[in-house]
């Protein structure tokens, strides 16, 4: 199996769940967004990588427009190389519009996360021979006042069938990489990342979060993550 495959499965894990209020609006950009999505995989989930770090869900700015993981879209277009017709998610709310590669806003956690991958390793090539980055859940959740909620805040009777179609996903990246490290970016998908890999021989830890809403995110961010990734092993 490779990546694009363990995509096809999750989206369809994915497509039978619903989602009640306050959840009134759910995209897929594993759907809509699957083009730069599939360019993202082939270009830099093939082979083994030492270390892969992996968010909670996309934000509307980010994965969102592009397909890409904390893709912020110049990050990806740019620096990244990858760039691809978007399409639209089945219902939109009027205040979350999707442009694709035409989105004029930056993702903020976006922009740490690939401006220290960039400030730390250079070109993209290079940062992917060692790392790979995915998201724990692809599905991005608004209300009706355009407002994000994150798999955490679902109606808890919703949360199960999620949570084990995304640590099914995520158990198959990891055997398909075979890292030796599973980063979670936050608590959340740290914790993720214990329940699903429970029983493997890896090294789990994880980084601050890169959001601005993360107090941490504001002190020196790209050292804290150096230090965090030194700290279980990963030399660079």
Known sequence: MNLIESTDLLVGDL???????????????????????????????????????????????????????????????DWMGIEAPVGQPAELHPNRPVQGFKCKRREASGM??????????GPAERFFERFYVANFCPLCFFDEDSANRTPDKLARGERPALLAACDA??????????????????????????????????????????????????????????????ALGVEY
């Not at 967004?33 to 360019?39: D, Q, T």
């Open 15 to 77: 497509a039978p769940l619903t989602f009640s209020s306050p959840v009134a609006y759910v995209y897929n950009p594993l759907e809509y967004a699957r083009a730069p999505h599939e360019l993202y995989l082939k270009k830099f989930g093939q082979g083994r990588r030492e270390v892969v770090m992996f968010g909670m869900n996309p934000g509307p700015w980010g994965m969102v427009q592009s397909g890409v993981p904390f893709g912020d879209v110049p990050s990806v277009r």
């Open 112 to 121: 740490r996360l690939w401006g220290w991958a960039k400030e730390t390793f």
């Open 169 to 230: 996903a995520l158990r198959r990246t990891v055997e398909i990489l075979n890292p030796a490290y599973v980063v979670g970016v936050g608590v959340f998908a740290e914790n993720r990342a214990r329940i699903a890999l429970d029983g493997m021989e890896i090294t789990i830890g994880r980084i601050p979060h890169p959001s601005p809403a993360s107090p941490l995110s504001h002190h020196n961010w790209p050292g804290q993550v150096n230090d965090a990734l030194r």
